[in-house]
């Protein structure tokens, strides 16, 4: 089992940005990051009202050349199959029309990125600087990663069917420098959200 509190302890340890093939991501962790009465990241379907915005557990946002959209990688930890299976309900089946709802406050926050640098979240995102109360971004491609015990993830790859967009790793490897340069496993599934990770050689 991993804990609200222990999942929350092993998400902060990652750096605010992390730099992959060239691209910046930034993370979304609502523990650590929520400043009180201003809505942290939320992803919304287009047309549907604002009550169905999920707010996953953490959250890596890249934006993609150009500015147009972003990519997401949402990270949910689940304890039990029933855990899981509402958390997939979120995002199962896939739909289109996804997006990114960021407030201004969240954007102008100040965080420490590589070489003891600061920098705001809109220009770690490479957005320009906010002038509406909350900018909405399309997602391109939504990425969801699992965190699950050993024995709930034996469970999920004998009878779950799983969807080309989801991703499992077991609590006790899901720490830093997981999903870092550093460490091979997570590097690779970043990459693979480049345009470069589209043209296998």
């Not at 523990?31 to 890596?60: F, I």
């Not at 990519?71 to 304890?79: K, S």
């Not at 997939?88 to 089946?93: C, F, L, S």
């Not at 770690?124 to 391109?140: I, K, N, Q, S």
Request: aromatic share 8%; charged share 25%; net charge positive.
């Amino acid at each position: 089992m991993l804990g609200v509190s222990a999942f929350n302890a092993r998400v902060a340890q990652f750096p605010n940005r992390v730099k992959i093939a060239g691209r910046q991501w930034v993370w979304v962790r609502p523990a650590r990051d929520w400043m009180g009465g201003e809505p942290m990241p939320v992803l919304t379907y287009q047309g549907l009202a604002e009550s169905k915005a999920t707010q996953p557990d953490a959250l890596l946002l890249g934006l993609i050349a150009g500015g147009e959209a972003m990519d997401a990688m949402v990270v949910e930890c689940c304890n039990t199959e029933n855990n899981f299976e509402q958390k997939r309900g979120r995002y199962m089946p896939r739909v289109t029309g996804l997006r990114v709802g960021l407030g201004e406050r969240w954007l102008l926050r100040q965080m420490t990125v590589q070489k003891g640098g600061v920098r705001s979240a809109y220009e770690a995102l490479g957005l320009a600087e906010p002038t509406d109360p909350e900018v909405r971004v399309a997602v391109r491609h939504l990425e969801v990663l699992y965190t699950v015990p050993k024995e709930l993830f034996e469970v999920i790859v004998r009878k779950h069917a799983i969807d080309g967009s989801e991703h499992f790793v077991k609590h006790e490897h899901f720490y830093y420098p997981w999903l870092t340069r550093q460490n091979a496993t997570g590097r690779n599934l970043l990459e693979m959200l480049t345009r470069e990770g589209h043209f296998l050689h």
